[in-house]
């Protein structure tokens, strides 16, 4: 048996970041900025008032002064002349402050009658002024290798990118195998189950930012398996689930290996999910998870999800696991590295106490694998330990 | 002024849960469950073996113990007859136990010679079979109201559910309004700025899971206001940006209310974000949000969100949030709750130095929303603070 830690460096020699490919602006939320992106201009782009009020020489402020209103600037309507002595412009939030102008007395501290204000204030420390490029100045970049948050999309905007370059989704094929699946919503026979793990893949892998291509699922046979194979076409890897273990009919490394895979095939000291097959085949990599529900998605959460924000440029150092205390004591470890289905709530983390690989029913329930390292000591509540929120 | 959860009980007045509509199961994940969904039969179907190996009469294990073979359980295709006494069927995971076996030794601890085998193991406590229904049973129901997870994608496909009962998608139109402003990618005025509210807002609502439809801007006259509103046409909620304090020229709010709104206007005690705008328009309910960048995102986090959420039937409970130690002290906080971008790092969190509203690229760095309370006393560094994670 081989450590997760190890066997997820070997899945990473299978992939590489992916090539990548321009969007529109509105179409990049939750895409992998593929490379920096610079601003081509200052924010703002010219000294901005950041109140309603009056532009005037901050030379001249005092209580009971008085101006003569000149004129306004307004957002998008800037004030063409030059504040002189005596002299103020009416200015708006985000309007340009007009040449001769240093200071903007908020209204709500100015008298104004006709054409002309006084100032009624007694508090003049802030000019309400955003110097041009406060923000950002034209050539700053937001860098590359980061997933694209909504404030990110802001900044973009306003930096005036209306394309950005992302790193290609990674195309993902699932292939299900196995006489005992129907597809959800067919009628299965008296021996027979429905697929899960496919669908359950497929929401984990586009949640991801990958797409999941789903194919047929494949038969006991090696002319079904053959035909599934050629269907995976040039996808950047090939998951296939279940039939990877070593019982007289786990048809699909042999398959694999007659259509030319250099294979590997790894015993992973994790629970759920030990047996684990990968390797490539006609130049796509490959990963084979286990049938079972549970396991499948386990290791859906452990490795294919590394594999993927490893495809769209984000490294392979992996999200940092989230600490929580213990509601309920956990009794000793064996040699296999656990992740249990637990429930976060407050700052506690409880496993469910039926970890049986076959319970979808606890897995729903679940939002967090509780990771128990191999052979930890029994943990008392209150203690500290990882999980990874799901 | 009126606190942050009185504006927000006044915004959930103007919305309410939406109808429901049906989609493919593969299309289920991240929508909302509209209903219970139950089981249309057990799972397992059948009792069926965790492991392979060899189906047997439990009276019948001990060590040495022989058994003759005759037949074979496949997942898919299981043995019709029946195992009578010193009689065994070779059996696979997730195959049917036959009639007449109640027990699977693991092909590991077995002897096969021809058609016989001889128990070579010590250990006989696991039987190794999953019971009938041992992850539910028909009827058991998957609850509505929730937001459906890769895990939840698995269970209804292991329940047979083909067909999807989610809330149907709230329709945001966003509606930016400006003289000012100028799309990304466009060529700004020398008074202008490019927009980026609208962008950031629409990754935001996407990313809740509703859709977000783009107005053009609309210009600073009554006429493009009423061209503008025109086309919101049978939104769920429209969300104008700017335009919506009490400058000379606001034109939002007085366009609205000529439109026959119910206007309310609040003075909400929140950094950034004071005005906001809210009411009914020919039916449908609208939000106005301040027109400065980070203030409007984060109006978006803290009032947006929570009314997508309650129409897309999660409730109005919101989101609990987390707390953090703080990595530096804070100061005294004002008469208004203040959401400081912030960062997370480990389990420490630590807000920016400037938290000027009009920058976003601080916005952009910041991975929480540090909330402080109204008149929060000054904190040391250490201290446990409240965060929202955006």
């Not at 002024?129 to 700053?140: E, V, Y």
């Not at 890897?237 to 398959?255: E, K, M, P």
Request: aromatic fraction near 4%; charged fraction near 20%.
């Amino acid at each position: 048996m081989i450590p997760v830690a190890e066997a997820r460096q070997r899945l990473f020699d299978l992939v590489a970041p992916l090539g990548s490919e321009t969007v529109p602006l509105a179409e990049a939320a939750g895409r992998v900025l593929a490379g920096d992106v610079a601003a081509t201009r200052d924010q703002p782009p010219f000294a901005a008032s950041s109140m309603d009020g009056y532009a005037v020489k901050r030379a001249e402020v005092e209580r009971d002064a008085m101006f003569r209103v000149v004129g306004e600037s307004a957002a998008g309507h800037g004030f063409s002349g030059r504040v002189g002595p005596g002299e103020t412009v009416r200015i708006f939030t985000g309007a340009p402050v007009p040449d001769g102008a240093d200071f903007v007395v908020i209204q709500e501290e100015v008298a104004r009658r006709g054409e002309v204000i006084t100032l009624t204030g007694d508090d003049y420390r802030n000019a309400n002024i955003r110097p041009r490029g406060a923000d950002f100045r034209s050539g700053t970049a937001l860098p590359g290798g980061r997933r694209l948050a909504p404030g990110d999309i802001a900044l973009l905007a306003s930096m005036n990118i209306g394309t950005v370059p992302v790193t290609r989704r990674p195309v993902l094929a699932l292939l299900a195998t196995g006489d005992e699946l129907v597809m959800p919503g067919d009628t299965p026979g008296p021996d027979q189950i429905v697929a899960s793990n496919s669908f359950g893949l497929k929401a984990m892998i586009e949640d991801l930012g990958a797409s999941a291509r789903m194919l047929p699922i494949a038969r006991d046979t090696e002319n079904s398996l053959r035909t599934a194979f050629d269907l995976a076409g040039d996808a950047d890897l090939l998951v296939t689930i279940g039939g990877a273990s070593v019982g007289d009919h786990d048809l699909v490394g042999r398959v694999a290996v007659d259509l030319g895979m250099e294979q590997a095939f790894y015993k992973v000291a994790m629970r759920p999910g030990k047996p684990l097959m990968a390797g490539r085949l006609r130049g796509t990599a490959m990963i084979g998870l286990p049938g079972n529900p549970v396991s499948a998605m386990v290791c859906g959460h452990v490795f294919l999800a590394p594999m993927i924000r490893l495809m769209l440029g984000l490294g392979a150092d992996l999200p940092p696991l989230r600490q929580a205390r213990l509601a309920a004591p956990l009794g000793q470890n064996g040699p296999r590295e656990h992740y249990m289905r637990a429930l976060i709530e407050g700052d506690a983390v409880r496993a469910f106490d039926n970890q049986d690989s076959s319970l979808l029913t606890v897995l729903s329930q679940a939002n967090a694998l509780l990771i128990r390292p191999p052979g930890d000591a029994p943990r008392d509540a209150g203690e500290t330990v990882d999980y990874l929120p799901i």
